[in-house]
Structure formats: structure tokens, C-alpha cells
């Protein structure tokens, strides 16, 4: 407790005494060089022995600060005293925690060995000492004022900088998490369209690369976007009666060069097609997907044709989106 208020005075003042012990002085040393090495200033303590010192002041300032009387802080000021006498007479020196050590010299004169104290160095905290390259001639200790204040200012720069620039990235990084957060639903819904526009681009590849579609204003769904079949100019009027899908247990229908299929779906996966058939309502047609080896999409036909003409007249009337594929 005697400690840490003695630290707590000299933040105050420059010097607290002590009475029958002695002065603890604050002293301020300049950067300096040793062996290449630049050394950050730093504020020690000194201490100048004397039994004569009066420390009224110190008493009454452990009073103030500990909330107690004149007569009990003078008592831990003594007891103090009295601990660090019958320390030493046992003990070649006596250690005290965030302080420093005490010792007596033969002639019976305490002295102190200041540590480097935290609490009075707030200002040079964080500045370590320095390599510098070895040179020549050159005095290897002597102060070092204004080179080495030039040479803090640089690394203490280098430290804002690179705190800067963690406390920015933190704030970016935080600002990206929060937006997809906020936009989930909406990023969900872009991906989704991307999605859609290349299994398009997909379809229009592979049935009918002849069309001229322009994919970037096809309106979004859930499962696919389907492509409307222009009606052929050279229409043969004969057979154009459809071969109806008969309802069987088996869903797939293999396919059959020569033949006309009316499209009203085209997926990557059968539990699409399942669903796009029972949302759309197309068991009434018998729907089917259609098995191509060639082609590993799932195609969700309604109709079966001889002829072009009949099926893209079937596919206009039941639905302007459905398509023909031969």
C-alpha cells in the first residue's frame, strides 16, 4: 500500500518524502545509444537517503486517498518503516512487487534500485528499443535527443498505420456481413435467376440452337424458364393427329428419333419434373419425361406427334411457353 501510494504522489509531484527514511525523486532520462542499441526514455525513480527527512505531507496525503485518520496512516507509514529496518538487517536487500529493492550499504545507508514502473511511464509506452548498424568511429553510448525523437516518430506512425488499417478492414468486413444479412433474400433470388438463365442458354443449345432468344428478358419462376418454338412455314397436313400418352406406372418415355414431343419443362433433376407436373396440373395430359442418353436433362412432355405442324399447334393452344422437340 506505502508503495503504491509513493507512485501515486510522484504522478503529482516530483519528489515525496518520507519522514526517517528519506526523498523519492522523479527523474526523466533521455533516449540513448548503448552498443548499437537505441534506448527509449524513461521515467525512474531515485531516492536520496536521510533519518532527518519530515514527510508531513505524504501522511497526509495516505490519509486522504485511503479515507482514513491522520494517526492511523502515520501508523502504516511507521510499520512500513519498521518492515523494511528489520528486512534489512536479516536480508542483504528487500524486493518489493512494481517498485523496486532496498539495500544497506555498510555504513548503514539505505539505498534504492528503481524498476521500471509502469504507472510513471504511460507517456513512452510502447516504444522498444532499437538496432542500429554498427559504424566506425562512432561513440557506441551518448544521448540521442532529436535523432532519436525523430526515430519514435517513426515507428509510433508505423503503428497507427498499421492499426489504421486493422480497424478499417474490421469495419469493411463487418459492413459485408450486415449486407448480406440484410439482402439474404435478394441475393438468394439473383442466384436463382442466374442459375435459370444458364440452364436456358443450355436448353437453347442443345434442342434448338436455330431460335433467336433473348434470355435477358425471360421473367424469373421457381423451377424453369421454358422457351416458346416459332410454327414451321412448311406445314405437312397430313398425319397431324396426336399419339396420346396412355397413363402407365412408368413416368419415362424413351426417345424417339422421327417423332414430335411437346415440352412443357426442362430440368436437371426427375423430383423437379415430379413437382413442376403436379403444380402445373399435367397429369390430366399423361405427362412423361422423356429419357435421351444423348441428353441428361429431364424434359416433361405432354403430347407426342408425327407431325411438326399438329405439334406446335397442340403446344400453342395449351400454353404459349411450351415448346417442340425433335
Same mark, same amino acid.
Given at each position: ?28 532520462? @533521455? ?56 528486512? %534489512? ?57 532529436? @535523432? ?19 480497424? &478499417? ?5 463487418? !459492413?459485408?456481413?450486415?449486407?448480406? %444479412? ?90 423437379? &419434373? %415430379? ?11 399423361? !405427362? ?26 397442340? &403446344? &400453342? ?10
Amino acid at each position: 500500500m506505502i508503495t503504491s501510494t509513493i507512485i501515486r504522489a510522484l504522478l503529482e509531484e516530483n519528489s515525496v518524502t518520507i519522514s526517517g527514511l528519506g526523498t523519492f525523486f522523479l527523474k526523466k532520462l @533521455p533516449s540513448q545509444i548503448k552498443e548499437d542499441i537505441v534506448y527509449p526514455p524513461q521515467n525512474m525513480v531515485e531516492f536520496e537517503y536521510s533519518k532527518e527527512a519530515e514527510g508531513f505531507d505524504f501522511v497526509s496525503k495516505l490519509s486522504k486517498w485511503e479515507q482514513i485518520r491522520i494517526d492511523e496512516a502515520q501508523t502504516q507509514v511507521s510499520e512500513w518503516l519498521n518492515l523494511l529496518e528489520k528486512g %534489512l538487517e536479516h536480508n542483504k536487500s528487500l524486493f518489493f512487487d512494481d517498485f523496486g529493492t532496498f539495500s544497506k550499504e555498510l555504513s548503514g545507508k539505505i539505498v534504492f534500485q528503481s524498476m521500471l514502473i509502469s504507472q510513471l511511464n504511460v507517456e513512452n509506452e510502447g516504444f522498444e528499443p532499437v538496432c542500429l548498424l554498427s559504424q566506425k568511429n562512432v561513440q557506441t553510448t551518448q544521448t540521442m535527443d532529436e @535523432p532519436v525523437i525523430d526515430k519514435r516518430h517513426i515507428l509510433v506512425k508505423k503503428k497507427n498505420k498499421r492499426d489504421k488499417i486493422w480497424f &478499417a478492414t474490421t469495419i469493411l468486413a463487418t !459492413a459485408m456481413l450486415l449486407f448480406a %444479412l440484410f439482402f439474404k433474400e435478394k441475393i438468394v433470388v439473383f442466384y436463382k435467376t442466374i442459375s435459370t438463365k444458364s440452364e436456358i442458354a443450355m436448353v437453347i443449345k442443345d434442342d434448338e440452337p436455330e431460335n433467336d432468344i433473348d434470355i435477358n428478358n425471360l421473367e424469373e419462376e421457381d423451377t424453369v424458364v421454358v422457351v416458346t418454338v416459332p410454327v414451321s412455314k412448311n406445314i405437312n397436313k397430313k398425319n397431324n393427329t396426336a399419339i396420346h400418352l396412355h397413363e402407365s406406372k412408368d413416368i419415362h418415355l424413351p426417345y424417339e428419333k422421327g417423332k414430335y414431343y411437346v415440352i412443357a419443362g426442362s430440368f436437371t433433376k426427375d423430383e423437379d &419434373a %415430379l413437382r413442376h407436373i403436379k403444380e402445373k396440373k399435367l397429369e390430366k395430359y399423361h !405427362a412423361k419425361i422423356i429419357v435421351e442418353p444423348k441428353n441428361p436433362r429431364k424434359r416433361v412432355c405432354i403430347g407426342v406427334f408425327d407431325n411438326e405442324e399438329a405439334a406446335i399447334k397442340f &403446344a &400453342a393452344q395449351t400454353d404459349k411457353n411450351y415448346w417442340v422437340l425433335k
